[in-house]
């Protein structure tokens, strides 16, 4: 058979490796560890790291848009959502927030989405506010991320504290 194939990995010994040890296995902390979308498994994002993600939007011509909930509404849970039975086909169980204003249609400033970012963070202090956006041309939702989490959340885990091993 490997001389019909003539594949390099046919003529090569298989290479042992090492398997992984128990110690180097992880364990998902599941209480207090709830998560958003995009880079949420990361350490929170910096300012600076939250400006190059802006830089890296409106130099792609992506739409920016600032969306924000209260803690109690940030989750999908029974008690937010409004169910409207087998109906209402494709329903969005509280998958979308409060718009902060209006998508920043045209926005060519990094530091203006920067600005609505931090009045939005200072107007609602104890809300989770997330930075949305979307391809105009292709008509979808290309990233999301969050640039706040209330300051007494009690729902996140820090890294550190993400595995019980």
């Known amino acids: 058979m490997c ?10 010994a298989a290479v042992r490796v090492a398997q992984p040890t128990a110690s180097s296995m992880m364990v998902w902390q599941p209480m207090n560890n709830k998560q958003f979308e995009t880079f ?9 790291e ?5 830089d890296y939007l409106v130099n792609n011509g992506y739409i ?11 989750y999908v849970s ?5 169910r409207f039975g087998s109906q209402a086909a494709n329903y969005y169980d509280n998958r979308y927030w ?6 920043m249609f045209g926005c060519t400033d990094p530091s203006a989405v920067l600005r609505e970012i931090s009045s939005c963070n200072r107007a609602f202090p104890k809300a989770y506010v997330r930075l949305t956006a ?4 292709r008509q979808v939702q290309i990233a999301s991320f969050l640039v706040q989490r209330p300051a007494g959340a ?3 885990c820090p890294v550190d504290k993400r595995s019980v091993v």
């Open 78 to 82: 029974s008690e937010s959502c409004i």
């Open 40 to 48: 949420s498994y990361l350490p929170p994002l910096t300012d600076m």
């Open 134 to 137: 979307f391809d105009n041309q």
């Open 154 to 156: 009690t729902d996140y």
């Open 3 to 12: 001389a019909m194939m003539k594949s390099a990995v046919c003529s090569k």
């Open 98 to 103: 409060t718009m902060w204003k209006l998508p």
């Open 50 to 54: 939250i400006s190059r993600q802006v």
């Open 64 to 74: 920016p848009c600032l969306e924000f909930a209260d803690e109690k509404q940030a």
